[in-house]
């Protein structure tokens, strides 16, 4: 009988700690009840579509109409150039490089769209070179192409996550558009493109700053307030590559102090802040520097040339900008400006850039329109 006894004493242990978690869990959650996860995803919903459809009645574009390879429209001549090249025909790229003569701008912009078909299938620009020996446009464009095709050797992962045949194909292709580079530099030696397409060798083979800081010189003789230069170099000075916060930043300054109204380079400050802005608020973005660099920003934007290649890139910036400081209305100037094109900070570092963008693009329109609304119902 004292065994039954133990043996049911010891079956009743767990029974009786099972009823006692119950009752804990019960009392817990009649005191301190968890939050209605479901109901907080419905109401997020809801905020996200009623902010969708606040945009889409301003007649701006949903996530899947972005173009997410570009930052702005193109040229018609310049598209047509793309589509011809894809088709196989390099004619209509070589008279859009002649037309831009000594634009070094726009020629590095021009080089810079054709490097990418060419690095995927360069049989177009093999007729080309074929058809026109020692051409200097199609030797900038192979330059350019050999050192786009590197990058997409490597791929976009960090380089813990790169493979060993990633990094070798890399290096091997990198040191082979050294070689490109020279020739183009060598046919058009007033050119300073070529030497733009090789920062980003510097970068990847980690040039040393003080070699970094001879090929600036050479590209500054150049065009010294080139913007596609100035943005590469100061990838270069980040901390995340060869410099420092301190580096980038001093870089983005100076440049952007020595620079005329029109140039762009006062995006630089804003780049180099949001690349080393590890901050969950927006405390940082609306310091009295902060703001400072947003206006010469907007002002650098108003005297730019309306076909600068860049410039949809500084207004991507000063959208997402403008909304972190709370001037909502002046962001949504900026967003009408660049909507249906994606590709540009500080949306491209996200996963889905156009998602990211249609996020804050709609937090913008609903603001606004809210803010619109308000008068009609005092």
């Not at 192409?145 to 813990?160: F, M």
């Not at 290649?309 to 000063?318: D, I, Q, S, T, V």
């Amino acid at each position: 009988m004292t065994v039954l006894l133990w043996i049911l004493a010891a079956l009743a242990v767990p029974t009786l700690l099972f009823v006692g978690w119950l009752a804990w869990v019960f009392l817990k959650e009649f005191f301190s009840p968890t939050p209605d996860t479901d109901a907080e995803e419905a109401e997020e919903a809801a905020r996200a579509a009623s902010a969708a459809e606040a945009a889409a009645k301003l007649g701006l574009l949903p996530a899947e109409r972005q173009n997410t390879d570009l930052s702005g429209p193109l040229p018609a001549d310049w598209a047509a150039a793309l589509a011809a090249v894809r088709a196989g025909d390099w004619q209509p790229a070589a008279e859009v490089l002649a037309s831009v003569g000594r634009d070094w701008e726009r020629r590095s912009a021009v080089a810079y769209l054709l490097a990418e078909p060419a690095a995927e299938d360069d049989a177009w620009l093999l007729d080309w070179e074929a058809a026109r020996p020692g051409d200097p446009d199609a030797a900038v464009v192979r330059a350019r192409s050999t050192v786009r095709l590197a990058w997409a050797l490597r791929g976009a992962q960090s380089g813990r996550q790169t493979t060993r045949e990633q990094a070798e194909g890399f290096h091997r292709t990198l040191n082979s558009a050294r070689e490109e580079i020279a020739r183009a530099a060598g046919l058009n030696p007033d050119d300073p493109t070529p030497y733009v397409a090789e920062i980003w060798v510097a970068l990847g083979l980690g040039y040393p700053n003080a070699e970094m800081e001879k090929l600036w010189e050479r590209i500054t003789a150049r065009a010294p307030h080139h913007y596609e230069a100035h943005f590469s170099a100061l990838q270069y000075w980040c901390a995340k590559w060869r410099g420092s916060e301190r580096l980038a930043t001093e870089f983005a300054e100076r440049a952007a102090a020595e620079a005329p109204q029109g140039s762009l380079l006062t995006a630089l400050p804003l780049v180099a802040h949001f690349e080393h802005d590890e901050s969950s608020d927006t405390d940082a973005d609306n310091t009295p520097v902060m703001l400072a660099r947003v206006e010469a920003a907007l002002a650098d934007a108003a005297a730019a040339d309306p076909g600068h290649p860049r410039l949809p890139e500084l207004r991507h910036l000063l959208a997402f900008y403008l909304h972190l400081q709370g001037r909502d209305e002046a962001a949504l100037e900026q967003f009408r400006l660049v909507d249906g094109h994606v590709n540009a900070l500080p949306w491209r570092y996200r996963g889905n850039m156009a998602a990211y963008y249609c996020q804050v693009r709609d937090t913008v329109a609903h603001t606004v329109t809210e803010r619109e609304a308000v008068p009609e119902h005092r």
